[in-house]
């Protein structure tokens, strides 16, 4: 079994910045990637910002020079620390890892929302 809590959302103003958190537990063994998923009302859910189990990472273009993921292996914890906030950033922030299986396996945290006032 595994477990994903996420931490760290909240009401910010636009400009602002915030730092999620992910703390993961259970029985990981081979790791593929660790992800942050967001989805605002009325939108599908979207990947946002995605780290290999090498350190490479990709992220979207809405949020690329604005948001940074990065981990802490030692601590099982995943990070998206989230800079110059907009209000289109509004949604509930979702952290996602990936195991090695018979095939790759998502397990989803249950998400902490982000509101960004104007």
């Known amino acids: 079994q595994v477990q994903l809590v996420e931490s760290g959302g909240g009401l910010v103003q636009a400009g602002g910045s915030l730092r999620l958190s992910c703390v993961v537990s259970g029985s990981i063994f081979s790791v593929n990637a660790r992800a942050w998923y967001r989805q605002a009302p009325g939108k599908q859910r979207e990947l946002v910002a995605v780290?290999?189990?090498?350190?490479?990472?990709n992220y979207a273009d809405s949020v690329k020079g604005r948001f940074t993921i990065s981990r802490d292996n030692a601590k099982n914890t995943v990070y998206l620390q989230m800079n110059n906030l907009k209000p289109e950033d509004t949604a509930v922030y979702y952290c996602?890892?990936?195991?090695?299986?018979?095939?790759?396996?998502?397990?989803w945290g249950q998400g902490t929302q982000v509101t960004v006032s104007s």
């Open positions: 780290i290999s189990s090498g350190g490479s990472t």
């Open positions: 996602n890892v990936q195991l090695f299986r018979d095939v790759i396996v998502s397990y």
